[in-house]
């Protein structure tokens, strides 16, 4: 929009600066009346007052203002105040236009009868103007309407202007496709394209070149290519508009290639040209050689002084891990660049150094220079990288302050810090201050709540972000799965299975991975193999979410045969696979192959083997009475062992009654975890089986005296996508009289097929047959007898239980698959066992 030139000579100095300002900022004063937000736009109007401007020439003789007035006005309901501007519009002397007119006739209701007759009046005077006004006279309003923001307008007046049939130029053409640009109105882009053609201005190279940056900016790049392919005539705009269109729509190589068309045609790049094909570099492998032939010629031409060139160069070699490289970029900057800093912040935390993206950025803020939405998301990013609470605390509150702590982006970064900060209440209220929560947003905190111990609710936010239209995407469904796993949670599992489904998320690897995994772990490894079998693709991660999966049910021998799948496929195997590996040899019994593994890691793969590892090859031993060579494997390995490998040893000294090696390791195991209930439980155990009575009441003794308590077991059972959790005696449950009549019924049945109760399990110095009776109501037995009132006889049960499987309840539960009829599936803190026809699929051992 031209100044008129009698404002431009009259204004001083200081008032021409300050009238650019407003003027620059009409898009921004729009959008402030649109949104009703009116703070913005009553402090700018104040500073205009303050100033002597309200009365200026351009600030009431501009038809874009009050145009811009009028919409607010209209947009917040203010029908009166509307009508009046409008008055004074008319008696200002300028003429308001088609929009002006258009915009208070929807505004006003039918009750101002008078007005709307009059504005009715001028409307129709107004059309006549219409039909006699030139070409010119319709660019000039449309670019005044155009740059001042108002796209929308803009576009209005354009299509105004093609019904009064005055016809079109060149230069209404360019100005309208920029404005349909604006809004990302591609079908409208597609008419003036065809109005191009008919009338030959499509062969004009600016209108080609705004035809080639509309269907760029609109999602078409084919269209874009094919104009840039038939044009007889390029000019370094045609070929800067196709390859940033190629840069921002993820075609980074054919941006490249473009670069070096450019180049060939002997085009000199200009700075827009470099900062576009630098932009697409940095998402390259091969970016980092093309970003310093790029930088060489920014040297030579001196385009290398343009902030958005070397901002992009920084980027380059930051995400290239070259940090030396962009720090001598930014140092050689004349002066202080925000983007420059931003760029080379964020290039510090993707390469892993976040205490010097805090630097710059304290750097900055003891300097007294401004910081914007993107140097306070990348600094809380730091922040929660370091787990720097502190400093985040600061960060956040630097933003509160510049208001801008509800930018989606600044928000989603903080939400991000305050959840890898582990402060889950913080997360919350940042959350939920967010107006409008993106995708981006709800899946942060789906996931800060699965990372921190709330499944629960990560479940209750994932319904909450369905019930906000939201839709979530591939992360979202992965991290929703996690949470079904880590609460094995089948049902909610099947349903959120069901919408990935529905979604078109199915095909994505990272969710079919979650998904094998999540219905192994959830005890259903029937239908994680069927999910598996359907999906062709050579992915480690899903091979591996397979092949721990077999092994942890016990399927050993086949989880080894799907490894041998893997190598004919050429999948190479990484440290996990060879922990299922491990745990399939361990559970087929196949020790020599087991070794052979192992050493095959180093050896074959250059995979270096890791305790998890060593304890797969202990369980191995144990498994197979070999107690005293696993002992000897865990004193030779290079890693202090762990709890629970000392466990699970001691639980091979139980089952083989080696009473010797089981005092050494309980031993060892008690050095490490002094209050290991477990550890005392098994020991006394070991006893027991040994007929060593006197050691037996030793060990429990010592246990009583140092009031080690035995770690309260729980079990649950999903049921028509409820959890059910009992705990042992427990008569919470609003059925407890059936569920403890089922269990009676079940005892009296087991004990005709064999069953005898092992009081060994039993600490409490009572009558036997008061132990008897305490282990009848362990709460696996519980869960187990609700699973069987409550669901039908072809049901698979599954059950999950926080600790071991006492002895006596793996016995019990044989028999009661047995006599029941029913397959049942344990999943203790050990591993699975599924039970069926009075057999379990552990062997015994766990």
């Given amino acids: ?37 009116l703070s913005p736009v009553e402090s700018l109007h104040g500073f205009a007052v303050k100033i002597g401007l309200e009365q200026d020439v351009f600030v009431s003789g501009c038809c874009v203002v009050w145009n811009v007035m009028l919409k607010g006005f209209v947009h917040m309901g203010l029908e009166d105040e509307a009508l009046h501007l409008f ?74 202007m093609n019904r009064s049939e005055v016809g079109c130029d060149s230069v209404t053409l360019l100005v309208s496709l920029a404005a349909t640009t604006g809004i990302n109105d591609l079908e409208l882009g597609q008419q003036i394209h065809g109005m191009a053609v008919k009338s030959g201005l499509n062969l004009d190279v600016s209108v080609a070149n705004s035809l080639i ?13 094919k104009i840039f392919d038939g044009m007889e005539e390029l000019d370094l705009v045609s070929w800067n508009s196709m390859i940033s269109g190629c840069a921002q729509s993820g075609l980074e190589e054919e941006s490249v290639t473009l670069y070096i068309g450019l180049l060939r045609d002997s085009f000199r790049p200009d700075h827009y040209t470099l900062a576009s094909v630098l932009r697409a ?47 001598l970029v930014l140092q050689n900057k004349d002066k202080f660049d925000l983007a420059s800093w931003n760029a080379m912040m ?19 803020h003891g300097r007294g220079e401004r910081s914007d939405e993107i140097t306070l998301a990348t600094a809380a990013k730091a922040c929660g990288c370091l787990v720097d609470m502190e400093q985040g605390r600061k960060i956040h509150a ?33 959350f939920q201050a967010i107006p409008s929560p993106d995708d981006v947003a709800w899946t942060a905190m789906i996931s800060g709540c699965v990372e921190n111990g709330e499944e629960d609710f990560a479940l209750t936010i994932y319904h909450g972000m369905r019930e906000s239209g939201v839709a979530p995407d591939e992360y979202t469904f992965a991290t929703l799965i996690k949470a079904s796993s880590c609460l094995t ?5 099947r349903q959120i299975h069901a919408n990935v489904i529905k979604l078109d998320c199915a095909s994505d690897t990272y969710v079919v991975t979650s998904l094998i995994d999540m219905y192994a772990k959830c005890g259903n490894i029937e239908d994680s193999y069927r999910l598996f079998k359907r999906i062709d693709v050579q992915n480690i991660a899903l091979w591996n979410a397979m092949l721990v999966g077999l092994a942890q049910h016990g399927h050993g021998r086949e989880a080894l045969k799907l490894f041998k799948n893997m190598k004919i496929l050429d999948i190479e195997p990484d440290r996990v696979t060879f922990i299922g590996v491990l745990s399939a040899c361990s559970q087929s019994g196949l020790i020599s192959e087991a070794y052979s593994y192992f050493h095959s890691m180093n050896q074959g793969h250059g995979i270096q083997p890791e305790i998890e590892h060593y304890s797969c090859l202990v369980d191995a031993l144990g498994r197979a009475g070999r107690v005293q060579e696993a002992e000897k494997l865990i004193a030779s390995m290079p890693y202090q062992a762990s709890a629970s490998m000392y466990r699970a040893l001691l639980g091979a000294c139980r089952v083989q009654s080696d009473t010797e090696t089981g005092k050494r390791v309980a031993s060892r195991l008690l050095a490490l975890e002094p209050f290991d209930s477990a550890a005392y439980i098994l020991l006394s155990n070991i006893y027991a089986a040994a007929n060593q009575w006197d050691q037996m009441k030793d060990a429990r003794n010592i246990m009583m005296r140092k009031n080690v308590k035995k ?22 449950h609003p059925q407890a009289d059936k569920i403890y009549d089922k269990v009676e019924d079940l005892i009296t049945m087991i004990k005709k097929e064999g069953y005898v109760p092992d009081t060994d399990y039993v600490l409490l110095d009572v009558e036997e047959e008061e132990k008897e009776r305490a282990l009848y109501y362990h709460s696996e037995k519980l869960a187990i007898a609700f699973g069987l009132i409550i669901t039908s006889p072809s049901t698979i049960l599954r059950v999950i239980k926080n600790l071991r499987v006492c002895g006596d309840c793996h016995n019990a539960i044989k028999y009661i698959s047995k006599v029941s009829q029913r397959e049942i599936v344990l999943r203790d803190a050990n591993r699975f066992h599924r039970f069926r026809d009075g057999m379990c699929s552990c062997g015994d051992y766990w």
Avoid at 150 to 158: G, I, L, N, R, T
């Fill in 1 to 37: 929009m031209p100044m008129p030139m009698i404002s431009l000579l009259i204004l001083t100095p200081l008032k021409l600066i300050i009238m650019i300002t407003i003027y620059k900022r009409l898009s921004t004063f729009f959008s402030c009346l649109h949104s009703g937000y």
């Fill in 87 to 160: 008055s004074e519009f008319h008696r200002s002397g300028l003429h308001p236009d088609h929009l002006s007119v258009r915009c208070v006739l929807t505004g006003v209701s039918e009750g101002n009868n008078k007005f709307l007759e009059q504005i009715q009046a001028y409307a129709t005077k107004l059309f006549v103007h219409n039909q006699t006004s030139d070409v010119y006279s319709w660019n000039k309003s449309l670019s005044e309407y155009y740059q001042a923001g108002d796209h929308s307008a803009a576009v209005e007046c354009f299509i105004d």
């Fill in 213 to 225: 940056n509309m269907y760029s900016k609109t999602g078409c790049l084919s269209f874009a290519r």
């Fill in 281 to 327: 570099c940095s998402s390259l492998t091969a970016g980092f050689f093309h970003g310093e032939q790029i930088h060489v010629h920014a040297l030579k031409t001196g385009i290398i002084m343009d902030n958005f060139v070397s901002t992009a160069l920084i980027d380059v070699y930051s995400r290239a891990g070259r940090m030396e490289e962009a720090e």
């Fill in 346 to 364: 964020f290039g510090y935390v993707i390469c892993n150094n976040s205490h010097k993206a805090l630097e710059l950025y304290n750097a900055m």
């Fill in 398 to 430: 630097h933003a509160i302050k510049l208001g801008v702590d509800l930018d989606l982006c600044v928000s989603g970064s903080i939400l991000d810090m305050y959840i890898k900060c582990g402060d889950m209440e913080g997360a919350r209220t940042i």
């Fill in 489 to 493: 949670a089948l049902e909610q599992g």
């Fill in 711 to 732: 770690d309260p077991g729980f079990s649950w059972i999903d049921v028509k996508n409820k959890v059910h959790l009992f705990v042992v005696d427990d008569r919470s």
